[in-house]
Nanobody, 117 residues
Framework: QVQLVESGGGLVQPGGSLRLSCAVS????????MGWYRQAPGKQRELVAF???????NYADSVKGRFTISRDNAKKMVYLQMNSLKPEDTAVYYC???????????WGQGTQVTVSS
């Protein structure tokens, strides 16, 4: 089973930046579409950004132009660069993998991002 480990969360002031990382333990990372999701207190988990095996990306409207998802297939890593952070970006951020061959999905344990002055 794939294991995902997120890191990089923390406390940042509005307007600041953070870079989240997700390490993926698998022998064939190129078979996985990857996504970042977030869940704020009292709200449902929502998609933030998505990147396919081919590198195509998709973003939630609320983060377009501020967040960038990327992947390093050699290192088996996925990143989420978050700029111009707002208080409403405060949430637990989760990394998710989708195996395009088996359709199996895995989630990381999450990392807390808090945007506050």
């Amino acid at each position: 089973q794939v294991q995902l480990v997120e890191s990089g969360g923390g406390l940042v002031q509005p307007g600041g930046s953070l870079r989240l990382s997700c390490a993926v333990s698998t022998s064939i990372f190129s078979l996985y579409n990857m996504g970042w999701y977030r869940q704020a207190p009292g709200k449902q988990r929502e998609l933030v950004a998505f990147i396919t095996t081919g590198g195509s990306t998709n973003y939630a409207d609320s983060v377009k132009g501020r967040f960038t998802i990327s992947r390093d297939n050699a290192k088996k890593m996925v990143y989420l660069q978050m700029n111009s952070l707002k208080p409403e970006d405060t949430a637990v951020y989760y990394c998710k993998s989708d195996n395009i061959a088996t359709r199996r999905t895995s989630w990381g344990q999450g990392t807390q991002v808090t945007v506050s002055s």
